[in-house]
Nanobody, 119 residues
Framework: VQLVESGGGSVQSGGSLRLSCVVS????????MGWYRQAPGNQRELVAM???????NYADAVKGRFTIDIDGAGTAGYQQMNSLKPEEPAVYYC??????????????WGQGTQVTVSS
């Protein structure tokens, strides 16, 4: 199982981007899926996390501007980022806990996608 990210890029302050995270490989279901980001010199921080059966958790800094969701087929997740700020450029990483064949739950990371915000 792998997570394949796309959708990063460059946008002006106040603009929007939509990140995608597709789960490839055989699996039963996504248990958790979310996004982290890491700016140069900073630690990786949680942006948002969906957990099956629980309320989606958002970092205070992005509440009201970012939204994550899982597609109806349960094979991909998305993060809609609106009103992006100049202080938010970072590499954004998809993270997921996947229930895989053999009924094991494993954690996975995407390869990361760069988001650049110009003022």
């Amino acid at each position: 199982v792998q997570l394949v990210e796309s959708g990063g890029g460059s946008v002006q302050s106040g603009g929007s981007l939509r990140l995608s995270c597709v789960v490839s490989g055989p699996f039963f279901r996504i248990t958790k899926m979310g996004w982290y980001r890491q700016a140069p010199g900073n630690q990786r921080e949680l942006v948002a996390m969906f957990s099956r059966g629980e309320i989606t958790n958002y970092a205070d800094a992005v509440k009201g501007r970012f939204t994550i969701d899982i597609d109806g087929a349960g094979t991909a997740g998305y993060q809609q980022m609106n009103s992006l700020k100049p202080e938010e450029p970072a590499v954004y990483y998809c993270y997921a806990t996947i229930l895989e064949l053999g009924y094991t739950q494993n954690d996975h990371w995407g390869q990361g996608t760069q988001v650049t915000v110009s003022s």
